[in-house]
């Protein structure tokens, strides 16, 4: 049994090291997770340091950021119910190392190679626009701190 274990853990890391597209896509995404941090912390300074004389500004930019942490999580969980056998930084993979594996794999070896690089691609569009909207939101935070900085 401990073999057989072995052996399927052994089958989902090498399927994810020979798929550059995937690792790309899991790449991405753990960029994009090295953010959130920052991300929740910026919305924390800007609740602390509000300026009264630009409300709404200021709640944009919050907002900004809460709608890109929410985008990943969204991303993260349709991603790993697709791709279930990925490990995604910060998320683990759909079934979390508990040894359930039959329903993904069965998915995953009944999808042609053609299905399997459309999809990623789709993946990869989509992570690389959330990365892009995430990176922009911290940007716009920044610089609302940074000017009631130099106020």
């Known amino acids: ?49 509000i300026d009264s004389t630009r409300l709404e500004e200021y709640e944009s930019v919050m907002s900004e950021l809460d709608q890109s942490h929410e985008a990943m999580m969204v991303w993260m969980r349709s991603f790993s119910r697709q791709f279930p056998n990925a490990v995604l930084k910060g998320g683990g993979s759909h079934h979390n190392g508990h040894g359930h594996t039959g329903h993904g794999n069965h998915d995953k070896h ?26 922009m939101a911290i940007e716009s935070a920044n610089q609302l701190l940074k000017q009631k900085e130099e106020k």
Do not use: W
């Not at 090291?17 to 899991?26: H, T």
């Not at 053609?114 to 892009?132: G, I, N, P």
């Open 110 to 135: 009944s999808r042609s190679p053609e299905e399997e690089k459309r999809l990623l691609e789709a993946e990869k569009t989509k992570v690389t626009a959330l990365r892009k909207k995430m990176a």
């Open 1 to 49: 049994m401990y073999l057989l274990v072995i052996g399927v853990f052994a089958c989902q890391s090498k399927t994810a090291d020979e798929n550059p597209l995937l690792k790309e896509v899991i790449t991405i995404h753990d960029l994009a997770m090295d953010e959130m941090g920052p991300v929740m912390s910026l919305k924390i300074q800007l609740g602390e340091s």
